[in-house]
């Protein structure tokens, strides 16, 4: 979830962290990871979806923001 503390480049920083550690455990093919943002904290909410969302390896991971607007 997005915070006043927890902006664009921490929440980023946090996905690729889990991206990580998915991309070792031998039966995870593809990732889907949900990012909430109620208060809009993050100002290129698309930017992170598409960077981030590819193949690691042989596991596929989307982003998907959800905020309010």
Known sequence: MATPSLKDKHVGEQLLIDIGRYKAHPDCKYLVCFVYDP????KNPHGLENDL?????????????VSPS
Do not use: A, E, H, R
């Open 39 to 42: 208060l809009n904290n993050l």
């Open 53 to 65: 969302s590819k193949k690691y390896d042989d596991m596929d991971v989307k982003v998907i923001v």
